[in-house]
């Protein structure tokens, strides 16, 4: 349960607020599917303090700021549960290799990794400036890393532009053609990960914090994961990885260790409820038993699964195993927005759980948008915190404007932020109780700025990365 709000009541007369928000329809995505029709939330310091009528806050409240949300609605703030904050200045870059005919399988040992070594810190803290942009204007307010390059960065970034996240290391000890600067000794690896987490988590700020990464079992030793796991637990912390994601890991697995990866994984100790796997496709029924027993979080990426095989999103959410959404960053093909992910991964449901038993609708937009809400944030271990509209969660809140001309006629708002709203229809972005964005306009970074040093810094980090590939 959220912890309880601070009590409200007008008997003592209209109380302080620091933002109220009236006006909107309100889509809570509560155990009860709450639904307001002229609505309002009251906010205090970092929390939801009230939710209920616009009538009712307008005597209830003195607010030190406001926003009107007419013609928007309110809901909950979008969970991005992988993301490669290190590649998202390669967006369009594979496609245009692939366009020369120069594409080299496999593609993240061929190029993201390699992208990621050649990155020095202030090209990720850039890197992370304009990812966590993107992210606020299409309505994401957390995010899990995956694990990439200087990670440090990545925080000072995530802490500039005011959104919420888990940071973490890339996290390889092992195998062949991966570059000097992503590769690490055990220890190395182990010592990294352990110093992260410390330097993050247990700061009087809790909105960015740190996680362990082991970037996959290729590329990581026995040792290491093993260890890894250990430092989980005793951390009370989590580790963000790439599990069962193509063919390659299956065969891989099956060679080295004559288990599939969960299984080998489970062998050796390293399954529990640290354990964030990204993707998590290839998963045999042996395997999917072992996420439930375990607890295991996923993160389905609609975009990249279905290319791998026919994900059991549907299936391994009515099993209870905590699956959130994910986009695998922007050197994937999509973008960064959640909405459309949801929107993917419905028609992706249909065709692998619904069509073939001649079921019309086996996952609606409603239930992928709870998966993306509430599922997401169990996946990461925070489903106190955000992930609904409820009193005493942390304020993380998206206006949603719902009169464009392609939303009308505008009807059901839950039908609307389900079915017909995509990232650039947020117009206003509160996270943590801090206004981020604006009538689409982010007020925590300097967006000229960033497209200056964008201009100045990307022709050299690609003349570098396209010598590297020569
Ligand atoms: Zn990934």
Not at 209 to 215: E, N
Not at 424 to 444: A, C, E, F, W
């Amino acid at each position: 349960m959220p912890e309880p709000g601070p009590e409200q009541g007008s008997a003592q007369g209209p109380e302080q607020v620091d933002l109220l928000i009236s006006g909107c329809e309100v889509v809570c995505l509560d155990d009860a599917d709450t639904i307001i029709r002229n609505g309002a939330i009251a906010v205090r310091r970092d929390r939801i303090a009230w939710i209920g009528g616009a009538d009712d806050a307008a005597s209830r409240f003195i607010p030190s700021s406001r926003i009107g949300g007419d013609g928007q609605i309110a809901m909950p703030g979008l969970i991005d549960g992988h993301v490669h904050t290190g590649q998202q200045l390669l967006r369009g870059k594979i496609a245009e290799f692939a366009r020369r005919g120069q594409v080299k399988i496999p593609v993240w040992k061929n190029y993201y990794i390699p992208f990621e070594g050649l990155l020095d810190p202030e090209d990720v803290y850039l890197s992370g400036l304009l990812c966590y942009a993107d992210m606020i204007s299409v309505g994401t307010t957390c995010f899990a890393e995956a694990g990439g390059p200087h990670p440090d960065e990545m925080g000072r970034a995530a802490l500039e532009t005011g959104i919420r996240g888990f940071i973490a290391l890339s996290t390889i000890d092992h195998g062949a053609g991966v570059p000097d600067s992503m590769m690490m000794t055990t220890d190395q690896a182990l010592s990294r990960n352990v110093d992260l987490v410390r330097r993050w988590n247990g700061q009087d700020q809790d909105r960015v914090q740190a996680w362990l990464s082991l970037r996959q079992i290729m590329v990581c030793t026995t040792e290491l994961v093993r260890s890894m796991a250990d430092a989980a637990r005793e951390l009370g912390t989590r580790i963000h990885t790439h599990l069962c994601e193509g063919t390659y890991e299956i065969d891989y697995a099956l060679e080295h260790f004559g288990k599939r990866p969960t299984e080998y994984l489970e062998e050796i100790g390293a399954l529990g409820r640290h354990l964030h796997c990204a993707h998590s496709v290839l998963l045999s029924p042996d395997e999917t038993d072992l996420y439930v027993t375990h607890r295991l979080t996923a993160s389905h990426c609609a975009f990249n699964n279905y290319h791998i095989g026919p994900h059991a999103l549907l299936h391994m959410w009515r099993r209870g195993i905590d699956i959130g959404l994910g986009t695998d960053g922007a050197a994937a093909w999509g973008p960064l927005d959640i909405f459309q992910v949801a929107h993917a991964a419905r028609i992706g449901q249909q065709l692998v759980a619904g069509t073939p038993i001649h079921y019309r609708d086996v996952m609606s937009g409603e239930e992928l948008l709870r998966v993306a809400t509430r599922g997401g944030a169990r996946s990461l271990g925070m489903e106190n915190r955000i992930g609904s509209l409820e009193v005493g969660k942390k304020a993380d809140i998206l206006l949603v404007e719902c009169r464009e001309l392609d939303q009308t006629p505008h009807v059901d708002p839950m039908f609307a932020v389900a079915n017909t709203a995509v990232g650039r229809d947020v117009r206003t972005v509160v996270i943590n109780g801090r206004v981020v964005m604006k009538d689409r306009t982010l007020s925590t970074i300097d967006e000229e700025a960033l497209r200056r040093d964008l201009d100045r810094r990307l022709p050299r980090i690609m003349e570098r990365f396209e010598q590297s590939r020569r």
